[in-house]
């Protein structure tokens, strides 16, 4: 789903009314459209519709008519004695007799009586416009209107929901929201977003295609599109069908991080699973992992990978139909040589993460060279050895930043954290909208770094497979979360919900 700013949604409605249809049109479609969505949802009820002065009003005297004509008892709040804007005094001379309107800022009106046996409270108040504290008035309404016993959908954005809001600050309560054209970053974007209920577009006569390119940065991960990447198998399929990873990880003091990843891997669907890894490792590792191809390689004396490794990579990387190398695997001299080998000869798919970033953050123009299709999934610790900022610097602007860095380098960059960014190289991102804070522990990554690889080496390119990869994790910890709680959602836990978590994207609505 599309993400516009507000500034970017008066710009388009703009280019629209120039070109394709009126504002006056916009609003009839937004409030009609508005009206049917609510009518399939809700019986005629009597219905409590707040409007402010400006256009998202103007929605609601819209939504008003409609639901008048299809036989709800409809009163209409004016947040104000002033008049609306032109456009909505125009439409506000089409509302029908039998809608009673009253001012929230007359003397003798009582908040909570306003709602006293309404069944369904409608918030058009201020839409994308609002900046700031709520008024005095509009707080008071609204207070009232989240004690009510009815049903709540805010219009554009909940009232007092702004990407400045904080905790203390009122804001209507809204079962679901819906958005005009498409979604805004208030719905898109932790925490604010599990903040406006179920989120649901409206369309208003003109779509993505008459939108200017360069306003087409963010997108939304549905469900749907996720499942779209998936292909049936075909009925004579062999494990070589399914692909072939190479996991390249793990060291004697970190031997979690290579079967965390290897575990992901297998439950994704790779048809072969390799993992190499330093034979310091070889007792830890071995017993918890039997269906993988195991490659124990020579160890430093620290149990790290060895230089000699090396000349094993050069001459076999390219056997593989995706590699990921990096989870546990140690920053030593070895470790750096086979990075460097693999860059250098690997014409595949390459997932690159954790220590594998902080090696290549020393070689990164390699990126620009190197024969690959290359992923690399870092957190904002990570991206800042990669980039140079700080920490902070990544966090105030993780969109941005990731998708300068996808297009500099000309790989795909999945900027862990809530919520994830998954920038592309041609300049877009995609912004994830599954995973909770129970996902914040270790190991954590070292599971996406397998699901990623899994569905790279089965044929997914390295765009979708680093949206389907992150998606599926991100479910995979709510699912967990939900039956264990957020204190005891483990990697391991997390692991085991991977097959529901598939079955919910592939599962046919």
């Known amino acids: 789903m599309l993400i516009l700013t507000p500034q970017q949604i008066r710009e388009a409605e703009n280019d629209a009314n120039n070109a394709v249809l009126s504002f006056e049109t916009m609003m009839e479609n937004a409030g009609k459209g508005c009206a049917d969505h609510i009518i399939s949802l809700y019986p005629a009820c009597k219905t409590v519709i707040l409007c402010g002065k400006g256009k998202n009003g103007g929605d609601g005297l819209v939504i008003a008519r409609h639901l008048h004509n299809a036989g709800f008892d409809v009163t209409i709040v004016n947040m104000s004695k002033d008049k609306s804007d032109p456009l909505s005094e125009t439409v506000r001379t089409r509302i029908p007799q039998g809608v009673v309107q009253l001012c929230a800022e007359d003397e003798n009106i009582c908040p909570k009586l306003l709602f006293d046996g309404a069944a369904l409270i409608i918030e058009c108040i201020f839409g994308i416009g609002f900046r700031g504290k709520l008024p005095e008035t509009a707080e008071r309404i609204i207070l009232a209107a989240n ?6 959908i805010a219009v554009d954005l909940p009232a007092g929901l702004w990407d400045g809001y904080s905790e203390e600050d009122t804001f209507f309560h809204a079962d679901e929201t819906l958005s005009m054209l498409c979604l805004k ?5 932790h925490p604010l977003s599990d903040l406006c209920g179920k989120v649901t577009v409206i369309p208003i006569g003109f779509g993505e295609d008459d939108i200017r390119n360069e306003y087409k940065k963010l997108h939304l991960t549905t469900k749907k599109a996720v499942a779209s990447m998936f292909r049936k198998r075909p009925y004579n399929a062999h494990k070589g069908t399914n692909g072939n990873a190479l996991l390249v990880m793990g060291c004697r003091n970190m031997p979690g991080a290579a079967v965390m990843a290897a575990k992901g891997c297998l439950h994704c669907g790779a048809g072969l699973v390799s993992l190499a890894f ?21 160890s430093d004396a620290d149990g790290c990978f060895a230089n000699c490794n090396a000349v094993w990579f050069a001459e076999n990387c390219n056997r593989f139909s995706a590699i990921a190398i990096g989870c546990g695997l140690s920053q030593a001299d070895g470790a750096e040589q086979i990075l460097l080998t693999i860059l250098e000869n690997y014409n595949g798919k390459l997932l690159i993460d954790a220590d594998g970033i902080n090696l290549l953050s020393r ?69 994830n909208p599954t995973g909770n804070p129970s996902m914040a522990r270790g190991g954590s990554g070292d599971l996406l770094t397998g699901i990623i690889s899994a569905f790279l080496a089965q044929g997914f390119s390295t765009v979708n497979a680093a949206v389907a990869g992150v998606y599926l994790h991100g479910l995979c910890g709510d699912i967990a979360a939900a039956r264990f709680t957020e204190y005891a959602a483990t990697v391991s836990r997390m692991t085991d919900c991977i097959p529901d978590a598939l079955s919910l994207i592939l599962k046919k609505d």
């Open 185 to 189: 970053p208030v719905h898109a974007f």
């Open 363 to 431: 070689h990164i123009n390699l990126l620009k060279t190197a024969k690959a299709q290359i992923l690399i999934t870092p957190h904002p610790g990570e991206m800042a050895r990669l980039t140079g900022k700080t920490i902070s610097d990544i966090n105030a602007d993780r969109e941005n930043t990731a998708i300068r860095f996808a297009e500099e380098y000309g790989c795909v960059t999945v900027l862990k954290g809530a919520n994830t960014v998954i920038a592309f190289p041609d300049g877009t991102a995609a912004i």
């Open 278 to 298: 330093p034979d310091a490792a070889y007792a830890a590792v071995t017993p918890q992992l039997s269906e993988c191809l195991l490659l124990p390689m020579q």
């Open 147 to 152: 004690a009510a016993a009815a049903g709540r």
